[in-house]
């Protein structure tokens, strides 16, 4: 149990285009989704707490209007880089958490970002 | 937030001896867990300690936690080639769930 899917695994997209990354609890319902940044041989950071049926949470340094989250149900967050540039290319990370109260977060595999 | 540090940033041994990794934070924390990441893919959930906990096991895993020295350890027993990857301690503030994640160490077990 507690799986979680991320959709595409990569993708590669031209300067200026928009990329959607979906992220979706197979197994279980959440009312939060965290999305993460990594950046090569680096540590994962945190974006933006997601929270169903309300606007998500951005950390500090993120860009709200550029990186647009929606979670629209228990079991689907997407993320969406608006007008990608390569400084955004990067290995983007879901996890979510399990609505039965666990502490426990539940991680994607991932999603490999390329901006030519 | 600040991330933790990890240490040591790289280890390499050989099969079968144990392998130790630390973390240090800096915030009082509700938890603190260990994760598991092979290249170029997602985390694996390794083990939770909560801040009242000073130990924990599972399997060839031991985890301590020293919430004085705001410490853990993450101790591979009798490690396997397999086991080669990047381990990250993440530190749960209780700001919502969200989590701090260390700077983490690079495993190599060599067969």
């Known amino acids: 149990g507690a799986v979680v899917s991320q959709h595409p695994s990569w993708v590669i997209c031209k300067s200026g285009t928009s990329v959607k990354i979906e992220c979706r609890s197979l197994d279980f319902q959440a009312t939060t989704m965290f999305w993460y940044r990594q950046f090569p041989k680096q540590s994962l950071m945190l974006m933006a707490t997601s929270n169903e049926g309300s606007k998500a949470t951005y950390e500090q340094g993120v860009e709200k209007d550029k990186f647009l989250i929606n979670h629209a149900s228990l079991t689907l967050s997407t993320l969406t880089v608006t007008s990608a540039h390569p400084e955004d290319s990067s290995f983007y990370i879901c996890?979510?958490?399990?609505?039965?109260?666990?502490?426990?977060?539940?991680f994607g595999p991932g999603t490999r970002l390329t901006v030519l | 937030s600040q991330q933790g540090e990890e240490d040591p940033q790289a280890l390499s041994i050989q099969e079968g001896e144990n392998a130790t990794m630390n973390c240090s934070y800096k915030t009082s924390i509700n938890n603190l867990q260990w994760y598991r990441q092979n290249s170029g893919r997602g985390l694996v959930h390794l083990i939770l300690i909560r801040s009242n906990e000073r130990e924990k096991h599972s399997g060839r895993l031991r985890v301590t936690l020293d919430t004085s020295k705001k410490s853990s350890s993450l101790l591979i027993t009798a490690s396997r080639a397999a086991d080669t990857a990047s381990y990250f301690c993440a530190t749960d503030q209780g700001y919502g769930n969200k989590l701090v994640f260390g700077a983490g160490t690079i495993l190599r077990v060599k067969s």
């Open positions: 996890s979510a958490l399990n609505l039965a109260g666990a502490d426990t977060q539940y």
